[in-house]
């Protein structure tokens, strides 16, 4: 489950990424933010749904750019090799990288 997933990410050198909750949770359905992590890494919050939402890594899994959030296709997108990752799960959709965007877990204050 999580605690080994967490360690394989140990493993690889890159500690799960927790960001706080805070404002990100009065989103409306189909916006996003930029939220620091307690480590310095950003992440992206989106309200894919009224009940959900979500946070990713923002760095590329390719090359380490930072991803955007595209409103009019609700998917994240790298502005670098245009590249598309999925809302809900962070999976690639097109374009070079091989791993999906990293989870962030949202944590409440």
């Known amino acids: 489950g999580g605690e080994l997933a967490a360690r394989a990410l140990e493993r690889r050198g890159e500690a799960s ?3 706080p ?3 990100a949770a009065s989103l409306a359905v189909g916006e996003a933010r930029a939220v620091a992590a307690a480590d310095g890494r950003e992440a992206l919050v989106v309200r894919v749904d009224a009940s959900t939402l979500v946070g990713f890594d923002r760095r590329c899994p390719h090359l380490g ?3 955007v959030w595209s409103a009019e296709r609700a998917r994240l997108e790298c502005p670098c090799h245009h590249a598309a990752f999925d809302a809900r799960t962070g999976a ?8 999906a965007l990293g ?3 949202l944590q409440r204050a």
Do not use: I, K
Request: overall charge positive.
């Open 17 to 19: 990424l927790v960001v």
């Open 21 to 23: 909750e805070g404002d």
């Open 65 to 67: 750019c930072p991803v």
């Open 92 to 99: 690639v959709l097109f374009g070079p990288p091989r791993r």
């Open 103 to 105: 989870r962030a877990t």
